[in-house]
């Protein structure tokens, strides 16, 4: 049985990169029957690409969603600044599939502002090249940092995240995250929006924010890297989750993709 939902929001997946979690990411996929599944930016990892990595288990992951689609669920793709190529197609609808930049629902009399979040990253909107050269950084950081906590869990000990003790520790990177979040909850207030749901900066989160002018609820997706963290909305209430603490190591798959049921088909039945 798929576990109905009315919401959910994923984002910062990077398929095509050494650090993704495409696996648990199917798993949680297929345990699931959303009405709406919103792709909240850096679904495909476009600037790090590479021919020679794309594994099968990424692809699952895109033939799941695709499969999810041509069963009636609204799929919004929210493009962010690691798939930042698909803007040029922006607007674009294939069958239950929308690929677009931003969103605004209206959620049960609530408004709710849907966005990646790139668009507050002085970085990358003025020195790319610096940007993408930190992302290949990260990746390789993630990858030692896998090798390094196998070897601690051999020894018994502690897994140990390098990226988290390099972020908490470094005073710049906690000034960006909290001045991305006051620039995004500013702005959903003065806009009068009851939600605003980011993604871009891997850091889960859900909290109410006031100033002068009112209030919103910010609310951040995470990412499927380090947090492996969603969101869900389901009547009427938003929960952030963990899959490490949803699913244990007993789960099993119960509908794995036929190998020799192929993307073509997929998109043909998407496009009926």
């Known amino acids: 049985m798929k576990r109905p939902v009315e919401i959910v929001v994923l984002s910062d997946i990077h398929l095509g990169t050494y650090g993704c979690h495409a696996t648990e990411v199917f798993q949680y996929l297929n345990s699931i029957k959303p009405e709406i599944l919103i792709l909240n930016g850096d679904i495909v990892d476009i600037w790090q690409f ?23 669920t609204q799929v919004y793709y929210i493009t962010g600044n690691h798939d930042e190529m698909l803007r ?8 239950n599939i929308h690929l677009i930049d931003k969103l605004v629902l209206n959620l049960d009399g609530k408004k709710a502002w849907f966005f990646h979040g790139d668009v507050f990253d002085v970085s990358i909107q ?15 950081l ?19 995240s390098l990226s988290k003790k390099i972020k908490n520790s470094v005073k710049g990177a906690v000034k960006f995250i909290n001045d991305f979040e006051n620039t995004a909850t500013d702005l959903a207030i003065e806009n009068k929006f009851d939600y605003v749901i980011c993604g871009h900066i891997h850091q ?3 909290r109410k924010v006031k100033n002068h002018k009112g209030s919103t609820l910010y609310l951040n997706s995470g990412d499927w890297i380090e947090n492996l963290t ?19 190591k007993t789960y099993h798959i ?10 073509s088909s997929l998109l043909t039945n998407v496009l009926k």
């Open 142 to 160: 993630i990858l030692f940092n896998r090798l390094l906590n196998k070897w601690l869990v051999k020894m018994g000990r502690e897994k140990y």
């Open 88 to 95: 040029k197609f922006s607007d674009a609808v294939m069958g």
């Open 126 to 140: 003025h020195t790319k090249w610096i940007a993408k050269l930190g992302g290949w950084g990260y990746d390789f």
């Open 50 to 72: 590479r021919k020679r990595f794309f594994p099968k288990e990424h692809l699952k992951v895109i033939k799941k969603i695709i499969t999810l689609a041509s069963k009636g």
């Open 230 to 248: 969603y969101l869900e909305y389901h009547d009427k209430e938003w929960s952030l989750k963990n899959y490490r603490a949803e699913f244990d």
């Open 204 to 206: 889960p989160a859900i």
């Open 254 to 263: 119960e509908e794995a993709l036929d190998p020799m049921y192929d993307l």
